[in-house]
C-alpha cells in the first residue's frame, strides 16, 4: 500500500494564483483531512470529510475549498493565493474519526506564494 | 474546544540518556491520546497512542503515562539514540477532530 499520496512536494505561486493540491489513499478510510503546519504552531485543520460528498470546515478554512467525490480523492483548491497560504500542507486519513484512531498522513506540500 | 500545551519546545540529551515531553490537555471527556513523530521533510507517523481507561502503555524505548485527574499525558524515550531527534507532536480530541499541540524538537546528541 502506499498509504497517502501527495502532489506536487514544493510549488511556488505569485499572489493572485490559484492551485489544486492532490491527495489521494489507498487505505478505504472514509475520513480524510487536510492541515497546515506553520512553523512552531502545531498542526491547524482547514478542512475534513468523513466520507465522499460530504466536507466540513476545520479552524482555518478561509481561502480554501474542498471536495470528495470519490473515498480515495480528496483535493484543496486555493483561490487567489496570498502570502498568508505560504506553509506546509498535509493531507491524512483516518479509518474512523480522528478524535478515536490513528491518524495516517501524507509527506505534504510545501508551498510559497510570493 | 479541547486546549493542549506541550512542554518543552526544544529538548537535548545524551545519547542513551532518557527524554520525556508533557501535554496538558483541557477536555475532561477527552479519551484518546496519541503522539506523532516527525522527521524532516516527512508528514507525522503515530508512534503511539494511550486511551482513558489506561494509565500507562509501553512499546520497547517508548512508553506514554497518563494522569486523567491532573488532565496531562507524558511520552518518555529511554535511552536516546540519533535516529530519535525528531519533533514529537502530543494530540487530543477537540472540537476539530484532533487538537494538536506545537511541537518538541528533540535532539540527541551523539
Known amino acids: 500500500n502506499a498509504g497517502v499520496t501527495q502532489t506536487p512536494k514544493f510549488r511556488i505561486l505569485k499572489i493572485g494564483q490559484s492551485m489544486t493540491l492532490q491527495c489521494t489513499q489507498d487505505m478505504n478510510h472514509n475520513y480524510m483531512y487536510w492541515y497546515r503546519q506553520d512553523p512552531g504552531m502545531g498542526l491547524k485543520l482547514i478542512y475534513y470529510s468523513v466520507g465522499a460528498g460530504i466536507t466540513d470546515k476545520g479552524e482555518v478554512p478561509n481561502g480554501y475549498n474542498v471536495s470528495r467525490s470519490t473515498t480515495e480523492d480528496f483535493p484543496l483548491r486555493l483561490e487567489l493565493a496570498a502570502p498568508s497560504q505560504t506553509s506546509v500542507y498535509f493531507c491524512?486519513?483516518?479509518?474512523?474519526?480522528?478524535?478515536?484512531?490513528?491518524?495516517?498522513f501524507g509527506n505534504g506540500t510545501r508551498l510559497t506564494v510570493t | 474546544g479541547e486546549n493542549v500545551e506541550q512542554h518543552p519546545s526544544t529538548l537535548s540529551v545524551q545519547e542513551g540518556d532518557s527524554a520525556v515531553i508533557k501535554c496538558t490537555y483541557s477536555?475532561?471527556?477527552?479519551?484518546?491520546f496519541p503522539w506523532y513523530k516527525q522527521e524532516l521533510g516527512k508528514g507525522p507517523q503515530l508512534i503511539i497512542d494511550i486511551r482513558s481507561n489506561v494509565g500507562e502503555k509501553k512499546d520497547q524505548r517508548i512508553a506514554v503515562t497518563l494522569n486523567k485527574t491532573a488532565k496531562h499525558f507524558s511520552l518518555h524515550i529511554t535511552e536516546t539514540q540519533p535516529e530519535d531527534s525528531a519533533v514529537y507532536f502530543c494530540a487530543a480530541p477537540g472540537s476539530y477532530q484532533l487538537t494538536f499541540g506545537k511541537g518538541t524538537k528533540l535532539s540527541v546528541i551523539p
Open positions: 491524512a486519513s483516518s479509518l474512523t474519526v480522528a478524535g478515536n484512531s490513528p491518524l495516517h
Open positions: 477536555d475532561s471527556a477527552s479519551n484518546y
